[in-house]
């Protein structure tokens, strides 16, 4: 019983690596993130909150980057973020607190090159969606990034076709 749960464990991580060896990859840059217009966690450890966040967004480029064909990289500099909602004061506690008011934007450039590293495209992006609240799309309901991802996530379709 054991070694046949343990050839399904190698057979799937076999698969996962050989799907991600076949599709395309991603580079984040982080440029003057001290600077950057809201990444603020409120109640808790800033630097710690900022770090899980920028590597929740690489992780989401990343997973964007491998549905673009073998060999191709997409290389992204972030130049700001704005996260949706706001930290407020409210009395003792600092929290976020996500309103119509306060929607999320990113502020990056992207390379796409292919396997020898030509350029395909590229571009300055400044991503907004003021009506961030309105739908019922429900795809990252219980992700931190949730309005991020799903802004990112429109843009890449609309850029790359997908």
Known sequence: MMNKLAKSITLAVSLLVMTNAQAG??????????????????????????????????????????????????????KDVDLAGDVNHGGMHRIRVVKELFYPRLKFSYQLLDGNQQLLSSDEINLTDMNFMLGARLKYHNDQLSYEKRMLDDWFADTFNQ
């Open 25 to 78: 990859v991603s580079e984040v840059t982080w440029s003057n993130p001290d600077k950057y217009r809201d990444v603020d966690v409120g109640e808790g450890h800033r630097a710690k909150f900022k770090a899980r966040v920028f590597a929740e967004f690489e992780q989401h480029f990343a997973k964007l980057a491998s549905q673009l064909p073998e060999g191709q990289t997409l290389k992204i500099v972030v």
